[in-house]
């Protein structure tokens, strides 16, 4: 019964150790979203919630027409960025999200 449940789910954890292996394959952050999905986390839980993005000066969101769509994971990572610092604590929540949305 047990062997079952193991074959059951060995798809699920091989793209599990595949998603960290490439998570983890390099010490910097993989691709440009990372990057800014880090920094405005970080930028939240330093400053509280962003009504404007002063950073882009050239968009309307240098106004009072900021809307952060993708607002829940950059709560999401708040806590691993606090326990982890910005770099390792950003890759170890985009993996632990993404072994979720792989589950």
Same mark, same amino acid.
């Given at each position: 019964?047990?062997?079952?449940?193991?074959? /059951?789910?060995? !798809?699920?954890? $091989? *793209? $599990?150790?595949?998603?960290?292996?490439?998570?983890?394959?390099? !010490?910097?952050?993989? %691709? &440009?979203?990372?990057? *800014?999905? %880090?920094?405005?986390? *970080?930028?939240? &839980?330093?400053?509280?919630?962003? #009504? $404007?993005?002063?950073?882009?000066?050239?968009?309307?969101?240098?106004?009072?027409?900021?809307? /952060? #769509?993708?607002?829940?994971?950059?709560?999401?990572?708040? !806590?691993?960025? #606090?326990?982890?610092?910005?770099?390792?604590?950003? #890759?170890? %929540? &985009?993996?632990?999200?993404?072994?979720?949305? %792989?589950?």
């Amino acid at each position: 019964m047990k062997a079952k449940i193991w074959l /059951d789910n060995l !798809p699920i954890i $091989i *793209l $599990i150790l595949v998603f960290a292996l490439i998570q983890f394959s390099q !010490p910097l952050i993989i %691709g &440009a979203d990372g990057f *800014l999905h %880090g920094r405005l986390s *970080l930028f939240i &839980a330093d400053n509280g919630f962003l #009504k $404007i993005l002063p950073q882009a000066y050239f968009s309307w969101f240098n106004t009072n027409r900021f809307s /952060d #769509k993708d607002f829940f994971y950059h709560l999401y990572l708040i !806590p691993f960025i #606090k326990l982890w610092g910005y770099m390792l604590g950003t #890759k170890i %929540g &985009a993996f632990f999200a993404v072994s979720l949305l %792989g589950i």
